[in-house]
């Protein structure tokens, strides 16, 4: 009788991962570790920028990156979504991706389930969806999605309804509201979140009383006393590449400046004859050459 052929793959177990999580990923069970040990946290946001700012942010240790999606409409981004987070993720392998979630899918309870489970999937570590209401928040949390959100000045279209993009805040009434909307958020499920827009007292008090990451973004701290868990900017601040720059903002590096100049030495030894140079090409074999030469005579 014939000896039958083990046909068994020999894996190395050590290669192989259950669980989409990389080992020293900043989840958020690392930014709750670094509120409660009082190490200060640093957000990051490329606003449209491509995927190498977010290598970039990840190489230099920084903890958190916002993450939208480049597109000339929301239906595009939302299509896109998916594809973009595997895409930075590939890229930048540790820094928390704090993913922006556009309204129609959190339109409903079900559509946020659905939509926040592909994102994180896909490779998000948390979602902030925009303004959301208790109960689709809470359902988020219940069904063990991860919701890093935000408070204060709210982004986009939604700042219509606050009258524009605006300084909240600024009365003991309407700091209340702010205050009261983070305490039901934290309350509800959400476990980190941004304050934007809100005087230093403010969203010190509030990041005080809070047991969730509070990350400021415009929000008036001064350092010192006045303080949250970490701070936000936008690459756009960042490299200074915004008309001018804003009160809260600080430009780290000119990218303009920066990107022409290479540009133009570039372009300079192209059209000066310095580029390229012997060590920048290579050369066919002689023999081979006379034989190419002879044949392109016949042409």
């Not at 177990?13 to 990389?22: C, T, Y």
């Not at 995927?51 to 240790?61: H, L, R, S």
């Not at 958190?64 to 590939?90: D, F, K, S």
């Not at 219509?160 to 509201?177: I, P």
Request: proline share 3%; glycine share 8%.
């Amino acid at each position: 009788m014939a000896e039958e052929k083990n046909n068994t793959v020999e894996i190395d177990k050590s290669k192989v991962h259950a669980s989409k999580m990389k080992k020293g990923r900043k989840t958020i069970n690392y930014l709750q570790k670094c509120k409660e040990e009082g190490k200060k946290l640093v957000q990051v946001c490329p606003a449209n920028r491509d995927q190498y700012f977010a290598m970039a942010a990840d190489m230099a240790d920084c903890d958190i990156l916002r993450l939208t999606v480049p597109g000339e409409n929301v239906t595009m981004q939302i299509e896109h979504a998916p594809w973009w987070i595997r895409t930075t993720r590939a890229a930048a392998q540790y820094i928390h991706i704090n993913f922006y979630m556009q309204t129609p899918t959190y339109c409903s309870k079900e559509k946020a389930m659905e939509y926040g489970s592909l994102y994180m999937n896909n490779g998000a570590n948390s979602l902030l969806p925009m303004g959301v209401s208790n109960e689709t928040l809470k359902y988020m949390a219940d069904n063990y999605l991860v919701v890093f959100g935000h408070v204060g000045a709210l982004s986009g279209w939604q700042t219509d309804r606050q009258g524009g993009y605006k300084k909240m805040g600024k009365t003991a009434e309407s700091a209340m509201k702010v205050a009261r909307m983070a305490y039901e958020y934290q309350e509800n499920g959400m476990m980190a979140m941004t304050i934007e827009l809100v005087p230093g007292e403010v969203s010190t008090a509030i990041a005080k009383k809070l047991r969730v990451p509070v990350i400021g973004i415009a929000s008036g701290c001064t350092g010192g006393d006045s303080d949250v868990d970490g701070y936000e900017m936008v690459d756009l601040d960042t490299f200074n590449m915004m008309p001018s720059l804003a009160s809260h903002a600080k430009a780290y590096a000119d990218f303009f400046q920066w990107a022409t100049a290479a540009y133009a030495a570039w372009a300079q030894d192209v059209r000066s004859g310095n580029y390229p140079q012997e060590q920048n090409g290579w050369h066919m074999d002689p023999v081979e050459l006379e034989k190419f030469l002879a044949e392109m005579e016949k042409l």
